[in-house]
């Protein structure tokens, strides 16, 4: 089949990319003992308090400690995805259906296993802590073709998302040089996972649509709009508000999210990953459910 042909090749290149640039994770950073309290550790642009009322109330100060517990909130993010994602992909490497991209899926563990690693890394050495935020029940799909879409769609998604952090972070020069560093290892190695992502995707998907029903293809759309308000929601954790030294944290979260702005720039997050799945046939719409 042609589209398996191509993949094929595609996962090749991939391969190959990834033998070229291995890289060895524990040497590659280097960690100050500390990093400068008076400057930000996240884009001001991708704080959760960006383009808000909020916003206006906070000293410079106050917005500088709110950055860096709202970067330990990402990192912490992304260990807690990773470790999902590895589970899930180690639970499918060398099993029936999964022969063609086992070779790939070796690169991916071992790949995502050292980012878990510089992300805790990071978490632990400059917050003492890694952020546990709410879980998803895992899908367990009656259909294995409909679970295995679902499963590549979210990781896809996942990566999708913190790729626009990544990028973002680590071409802003007013970030610390270790911050930069880490999210652009990060979205070096995330640029050959979400070439993956998208091919078997656009693969699982055109083989399930062959005979789902408008009914199931409505259902399939719901979880997984559904699942990126859940993963756009993370990025507002109470918990970074009370480390950050804000009253009242329950409170500050609902005002933040009932801020107009914040939908500009959530919209802006997820604009890549909306027009793929659209150009896939995979959404209908870039409507996204508001709770
Ligand atoms: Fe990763
Ligand atoms: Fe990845």
């Known amino acids: 089949m042609e589209q398996d042909k191509r993949f094929v090749e595609i996962l090749q ?13 524990y040497r590659e950073f280097t960690w100050p003992d500390s990093l400068p309290d008076d400057r930000m550790w996240m884009s001001e642009d991708l704080t959760s308090t960006y383009g808000t009322e909020v916003e206006a109330e906070l000293s410079p100060a106050e917005r500088c400690r709110l950055s860096r517990w709202e970067s330990i909130n990402f990192y912490s993010m992304n260990v807690e995805g990773i470790r999902e994602l590895i589970i899930e992909v180690m639970r499918r490497i060398h099993s029936r259906g999964f022969e063609v991209p086992s070779d790939f899926f070796h690169h991916f563990i071992g790949e995502e296993n050292e980012h878990m690693w510089f992300f805790a890394e990071f978490c632990l050495r400059y917050g003492g802590k890694i952020y546990s935020g709410p879980k998803l029940n895992s899908i367990g799909h009656k259909d294995p073709r409909v679970e295995n879409f679902l499963v590549f769609s979210k990781i896809l998604l996942f990566e999708e998302i913190v790729d626009y ?26 640029s050959r996972h979400i070439a993956f992502g998208r091919e078997l995707v656009g693969l699982l998907y055109s083989q399930l649509a062959v005979d789902a029903s408008a009914e199931q293809r409505r259902d ?8 990126i308000v859940f993963s756009l929601r993370s990025f507002y954790n109470p918990q970074v508000y009370r480390d950050a030294g804000i009253n009242d944290p329950l409170g500050f979260r609902e005002r933040l ?23 896939a046939g995979i959404f209908a719409d870039d409507l996204l459910p508001t709770a």
């Not at 290149?13 to 994770?25: E, I, M, Q």
């Not at 399939?220 to 699942?227: F, N, P, V």
């Open 257 to 279: 999210l009932a801020d107009p702005a914040r939908r500009d720039a959530e919209r802006k997050s997820v604009r890549k990953p909306m027009a793929f799945m659209l150009k």
């Open 165 to 190: 952090y990544n990028m973002r972070m680590a071409a802003d020069d007013t970030l610390h040089e270790t911050i930069r560093k880490v999210n652009r290892v990060h979205h070096e190695d995330e």
């Open 220 to 227: 399939i759309e719901e979880y997984l709009k559904r699942y």
């Open 13 to 25: 290149r991939l391969v190959d990319k990834s033998v070229d640039g291995y890289y060895n994770p």
